[in-house]
């Protein structure tokens, strides 16, 4: 026993902290009281200073490192291969062909050059590092089992480390730091345009077995198009390493690029019918899917997944109908995105403190791109949001402005293609539409919940009223290049993604008002408040409707981007109120003759349209409006002698180069404009309109209910383009088909025969 306690004394003499002069001495202390014995010896003071403890390392850190080893041994693998010298450079490789004997800093970019011996005979060839040098996306193989957890933990996590978290706010100003990073971004995007040429030319690009010619083709209308309203996929990063197998190239993204791309590109035979049309992006999307479930892509999450999943999304709802893949395909790249930790400003750290600029711009316009995209699902099919504005701290903030003055072609949006005057005006065009797509969450939460019915109507007015304020305030802080004015058409540049934005702002107001016209429950808060509502939704739909004659003037109709389709079907369903109780050739019959040939225009090369044309008609009929002669106009069609849009479409140079000698060579009556209607409509939204008062407002909240049963009278027997058996539906059916505005593409029709997905093969 006695043994034991001794050996039990010695161990814990040996854990204790020796003293200071024993310390200093490197001298065995036994710790006694009140001094040790060699502080005695040595008639030392005896003192014991606090030490702090060395930090444990955390679940986190070792992750990191985890993975930063995997990433390390692909890199060393690539540097065997006798033939390549791999240079990164931001996360990046590049071929390098210089040598170098003892590390050297770089200057431009602070990266480290490193020697790396080669197995060889030849001379050493540098590595430069940066921290996202061993960031190799795809082109890496399956890595530990450790480095595959998920990388973002919130509070709530076990594994969250309040170390690597630092409060960020949302918005805030240019800082000094910034200006730096804005500079060097610009310089390297005038770059990397220049390499692109180049880069094909060498025939570096790898186009995953797709013609070279059409596949740059198809990319430069993917960034003239898709980019314009939410640029997933940043240009510079994406083209550099698409010569380079970098981590922001896959093949998945590519596809999905391409086939976003065919949504507005038609063979050079004119397709017949919007099954022919469709299937000219099926090699895409199938190459896309096959890549998708083939691989092992949900191992490890990457950014180019999110941007992929968002494009296709995008594409084949809007392009195809595809209303429960593009769901899932959006849930997916949104859980992706949170994995990722994008949604908190960073990545693995939750902060973008440790990320280079051009990762923090990705970082942000991949978050701000997939937050737009959600919001209009959710409008589109009638479901919750998934991306909360409460839940992200990404400034609404993009430092490269290479896109902001770049000339704007309009390759697929005019029939003789030419650079404009303008400025294309991208980047603020996108960061107005992350604002509204803020306020968009705030209107659908609030008025189209599944417990909006049970919150006070009262309550109600008011949030709708704050939001109605909100919106007022976006209108009026717009920058003066993009305050487009419906009577005032000179007074910015008239661009089709800033028509878009526009319409959307206006749908946006009708969605915010029209429940107080159209729900029960909310008709009686006060005496006026139906009537104030429906003159709010009246005065947007005319000014809808001039948003669109005038992208009609400008643009071909046919092929606008789509939520200018969604703002179409939104003015129609206000217009035919107005125009049922008003004489036949008022300016709403106008106006809703205009919309219902937009859409029909629409549903000529997308399968969306064809849902809410339906509703539309069946509304037209139940409401028995006369409309007189529906006749297509021609001057809504881009065509002449048999020609159509796809002529327009038909293959032209690719390059920027080549693009920037188109001249304005539109001849007289290939492209005839229409007039700009102009409606004496005051600025002020609430003032309830001298016209709209002589309606019978009660008349016009019955026309809401479903139980409404006015008598149907057929439309006119030549408006052929619209009828019923034209779209392939029983006539019946448009009698009672309801039209709501947020939901729409959840309501049960089946398409006509041929029009599925499944029918494109």
């Known amino acids: 026993m006695s043994q034991q306690s001794s050996s039990i004394r010695r161990r814990k003499q040996r854990s204790s902290g020796a003293c200071d002069f024993c310390r200093r001495r490197k001298l065995g202390c036994d710790n006694a009281n009140p001094k040790c014995e060699n502080c005695r010896e040595h008639a030392q003071t005896c003192t014991y200073s606090q030490r702090p403890r060395a930090a444990r390392p955390s679940n986190g850190r070792i992750q990191a490192l985890e993975a930063e080893n995997a990433r390390l041994r692909n890199i060393l693998g690539a540097i065997d291969r006798p033939s390549t010298a791999i240079e990164t450079n931001g996360g990046h490789f590049t071929p390098s062909t210089s040598s170098t004997t003892s590390p050297r800093p770089n200057g431009s970019n602070g990266t480290i050059t490193v020697p790396v011996t080669q197995p060889t005979a030849s001379r050493s060839r540098p590595v430069e590092t940066t921290p996202e040098s061993f960031d190799t996306g795809h082109a890496q193989p399956r890595c530990p089992l450790a480095a595959r957890k998920a990388q973002f933990h919130g509070p709530s996590s076990f594994m969250f480390d309040e170390q690597l978290v630092r409060p960020q706010q949302t918005s805030r100003t240019l800082t000094s730091t910034d200006i730096q990073a804005k500079n060097a971004l610009l310089a390297e995007s005038t770059r990397q345009r220049q390499m692109e040429s180049i880069n094909v030319r060498s025939g570096k ?236 969450d705030k209107v659908v939460c609030s008025l189209y919940s599944e417990k909006s019915s049970l919150t006070d109507p009262v309550e109600l007015l008011r949030v709708s009223n704050s939001l109605h304020q909100d919106l007022l305030e976006w209108r009026n802080l717009l920058p003066s290049h993009l305050a487009f004015r419906a009577d005032d058409p000179g007074h910015s540049p008239i661009l089709p993604h800033t028509l878009s934005l526009m319409s959307m702002y206006h749908s946006l107001v009708i969605l915010l008002h029209r429940p107080f016209v159209s729900d029960g429950h909310l008709q009686s808060i006060a005496p006026t408040a139906a009537a104030e509502a429906f003159s709010v939704c009246a005065t947007a739909a005319f000014e809808i409707d001039n948003v669109l004659r005038l992208y009609a003037k400008n643009f ?37 003759r205009h919309c219902l040939s937009v859409l029909a225009e629409h549903r000529t090369y997308c399968l969306a349209p064809r849902q809410t044309l339906k509703i539309l008609i069946g509304l037209v009929k139940r409401l028995k409006v006369d409309l007189g002669d529906l006749t297509v106009f021609d001057n809504l069609w881009c065509q002449q002698s048999g020609s159509t849009l796809s002529d327009n479409l038909s293959p032209q140079p690719p390059h920027d180069e080549v693009m920037m000698n188109h001249t304005d060579s539109t001849q007289s009556g290939r492209h005839r404009p229409l007039p700009v209607t102009q409606y004496a409509l005051d600025g002020d939204l609430f003032s309830f309109d001298s016209t709209l008062a002589e309606f019978d407002i009660d008349e016009i909240m019955r026309t809401f209910s479903n139980t409404y049963n006015g008598p149907t009278e057929p439309l006119n027997a030549h408006d052929d383009f619209v009828t019923a058996a034209s779209l392939g539906y029983d006539d019946q059916d448009w009698i009672s088909a309801p039209d709501p505005l947020f939901g729409i593409g959840s309501l049960n029709f089946q398409a006509p025969p041929g029009m599925g997905h499944e029918d494109l093969s």
């Open 205 to 440: 690009l790898d186009f995953d077995g797709t013609d070279p010619e059409l596949a740059m083709e198809l990319l430069f209308v993917f960034w003239n198009r898709q980019q314009q309203l939410y640029p997933a996929v940043y240009r510079p990063a994406f083209m550099r390493d698409m010569a380079q197998q970098g981590p922001y190239f896959s093949k998945l993204l590519l596809n999905a690029m391409l086939l976003a791309g065919a949504k507005y590109m038609r063979p050079p035979a004119d397709a017949q019918n919007i099954t022919e049309a469709t299937a000219f992006g099926k090699p895409f999307l199938d190459r896309f899917e096959t890549l998708l479930h083939s691989t092992d892509i949900f191992r490890m999450s990457h950014i180019t997944t999110v941007q992929a999943l968002l494009i296709a999304a995008d594409t084949i709802f809007s392009w195809l109908g595809e209303q429960s893949l593009s769901w899932h395909y959006m849930g997916i790249a949104i859980n992706i995105l949170i994995d990722l930790g994008i949604h908190a400003n960073g990545s693995i750290t939750g902060t973008s403190g440790s990320l280079t600029p051009e990762r923090v711009e990705i970082n942000r316009r991949v978050f701000w791109s997939a937050f737009i995209l959600d919001k209009i699902q959710s409008i589109y099919q009638g479901r919750p949001s998934r991306l909360r504005d409460c839940d992200n701290r990404v400034p609404i903030l993009f430092l490269d402005e290479y896109e902001e003055l770049e000339p704007l072609n309009t390759f697929t949006y005019t029939l003789e293609p030419k650079m404009l005057d303008s400025p294309a005006y991208s980047v603020t065009t996108f960061e107005q539409l992350c604002k509204l797509s803020v306020l968009m």
């Open 556 to 592: 071909c109709i046919a092929s606008p981007p789509y939520f200018i389709s969604y703002a179409t079907y939104v003015a129609a369903t206000i217009l035919v109120r107005i125009a049922a109780q008003g004489r036949p050739g008022s300016n709403a019959h106008k106006c809703l």
